[in-house]
């Protein structure tokens, strides 16, 4: 079956401007992440849904960053204003339930912002 | 907190070579325990996992158990090939739905 897949896979954008990039996770899937993963580093967790609920939104960097879920299955994540910092290649991943279990990730989208 | 230490990169081996990458772990309760496997310019994959003491989880040559006495889940691999090559995250998920990852320990394979 599908994986989880994420849009774009590549975006270069200017500082100061807004990019939203895209998750589409394993269908019935009620758990979804975000992640940042900064050149050479780990991951850095930066939110979490069940179903269009976000209970843990403690990793956004800043109020520049946002996100949201739709119908259960599709997310967003906007952020407002790029800076340099925020270049990073940022992974989705999402899970049946989330407690205890695998984490199917995405491919990532690499943002570069210039 | 939960945590998840792994040894530091890279770790450079001749092909055929026998591999460790030490993890341990510090968390409350019985958490699950993973091996995710990243190539270069994809995402994670699962490469295994154990969900409770003594388990041995094992995919493609690599073994993990999961040790309770030592808090470890060392990944081991008897003969390395070039296409082993990535970065390995050891990580754990137990009563939080957030999953605490290592940093990773990158693996350079030469031929």
């Known amino acids: 079956g599908a994986g989880v897949s994420q849009s774009p896979s590549n975006k270069v954008t200017e500082k100061g401007k807004d990019v939203e990039l895209r998750c589409d996770p394993i269908?019935?899937?009620?758990?979804l992440y975000w992640y940042r993963q900064s050149l050479g580093q780990g991951l850095e967790f930066l939110i979490y849904?069940?179903?269009?609920?976000?209970?843990?939104k403690s990793g956004l960097p800043s109020d520049r960053f946002s996100a949201e879920r739709t119908g259960g299955s599709v997310s967003t994540l906007t952020i407002q204003r790029t800076q340099q910092e925020d270049s990073a290649v940022y992974l989705c991943?999402?899970?049946?339930?989330?407690?205890?279990?695998?984490?199917?990730f995405g491919p990532g989208t690499r943002l570069l912002v210039l | 907190g939960d945590s998840v230490t792994q040894m530091e990169g890279p770790v450079t081996l001749s092909e055929e070579a026998f591999l460790t990458i030490n993890c341990t772990y510090t968390?409350?309760?019985?958490?699950?325990l993973f091996w995710y496997v990243q190539y270069p310019g994809e995402g994670l994959q699962l490469l295994l996992k154990?969900?409770?003491?003594?388990d041995k989880g094992s995919n493609k040559g690599f073994e993990a158990t999961y040790r309770k006495e030592t808090t470890s889940f060392h990944l081991e691999k008897g003969s390395v090939q070039v296409s082993d090559s990535a970065v390995y995250f050891c990580?754990?998920?137990?009563?939080?739905?957030?999953?605490?990852f290592g940093r990773g320990t990158s693996l350079i394979v030469h031929p």
């Open positions: 991943a999402s899970s049946v339930t989330g407690v205890g279990e695998t984490q199917y």
């Open positions: 269908s019935g899937h009620t758990a």
């Open positions: 849904f069940q179903g269009n609920s976000a209970p843990d």
């Open positions: 968390a409350t309760g019985y958490p699950s």
């Open positions: 154990a969900t409770k003491a003594d």
């Open positions: 990580a754990l998920s137990g009563g939080s739905y957030i999953p605490t």
